[in-house]
């Protein structure tokens, strides 16, 4: 993975990302998409399925598909000065993503034709905002660990569907991946996968818990937490701190884990190594 040297002065760019969920024999699984190794923005690296706000997905015809009012997921979003319809569009914008690239639809009834229709045509059927739990808020600082760009992404968490296989679109994304959150940071310490930071982080968190509900239930128990990583420099190694480290501004933490990563050898890592991430006692591994 390459670090980025450059200072970003542009705004961030409002974006949306779906963490898919599902119960597997060795308990909580996440879906990670590998996206292409050509993509403009973390390619090869594996990724939660998302993307940029479109202006289509802010439309009225479009916000009209939603199955909820749009005032309740603007209060579920916990961001009092955000325009209604913005925080309905990421909703939106969340579910088209997590169809364009896994498959997964959020609504609709005629799944089976899914597969060849456009977004506008399963537009029809409706989209189910119910499915989806804000989970976090994570912006790019001016100086990006991974991309030369900033983004505003709103994470949420949802249940796969029943009945529905995510499989990636081997367009954006060449590989799809099923794994408990242990095991995907066990992948990426041995080097068999890339993550960025926020992924890294996510999974951390994400592996506190044993089943989507209980995600889903302390999802639901409190607002997004605001996530904005403090890059700096520590003896010629950039370092990532964030809420709740001593050097942040932000003194109360938002996630379990390490506090801060740091950029060794092409990857971002904690002091404390895997056990770090994995929040297992010292000589664990």
């Known amino acids: 993975m390459e670090l980025n040297l450059e200072t970003v002065d542009t705004p961030a760019l409002a974006a949306a990302t779906v963490v898919l969920l599902r119960d597997g024999d060795s308990g909580l699984e ?11 923005v973390l390619g090869g690296a594996h990724v ?9 997905d802010a ?55 899914a597969a060849t229709a456009s977004w506008s045509q ?26 030369n760009k900033r983004f505003d992404t709103r994470f949420f968490v949802a249940r796969a569907p029943r009945g529905q296989h995510a499989c990636h679109d081997n367009h954006e994304t060449v590989e799809s991946l099923w794994l408990t959150p242990r095991e995907a940071l066990v992948r990426y310490w041995e080097r068999l996968i890339e993550l960025a930071p926020p992924q890294i ?7 506190r818990h044993a089943t989507v509900q209980s995600v889903l239930d302390q999802a639901a128990s ?17 370092t990532i701190c964030y809420p709740g480290d001593p050097r942040h501004s932000c003194r109360e933490a938002a996630f379990p884990g390490p506090s801060r990563l740091r950029f060794v050898q092409g990857r971002f890592e904690p002091l404390s190594g895997l056990a770090g991430l994995l929040g297992d006692p010292p000589g664990s591994h």
């Open 30 to 40: 996440v879906l990670l998409l590998k996206r292409h190794g050509a993509s403009r």
């Open 48 to 56: 939660f399925a998302g993307g940029k706000l479109d202006p289509e």
């Open 59 to 113: 439309q009225p015809q479009t916000l009209a598909r939603l199955n909820r009012p749009l005032s309740t997921l603007h209060q579920l979003l916990g961001e009092p000065d955000l325009p209604i319809s913005m925080a309905a569009a990421l909703y939106v914008a969340a579910m088209r993503e997590a169809w364009e690239e896994s498959g997964i639809l959020f609504g609709g009834e005629n799944l089976s034709a």
């Open 122 to 147: 399963l537009l029809d059927q409706g989209l189910d905002a119910t499915a989806l739990t804000p989970w976090s808020r994570w912006i790019t600082p001016r100086q990006p660990s991974v991309t």
């Open 201 to 207: 982080m996510s999974l951390v968190h994400l592996h």
């Open 222 to 238: 409190r607002p997004p937490p605001v996530i904005q990583p403090e890059p700096f420099d520590d003896n010629g190694v950039r």
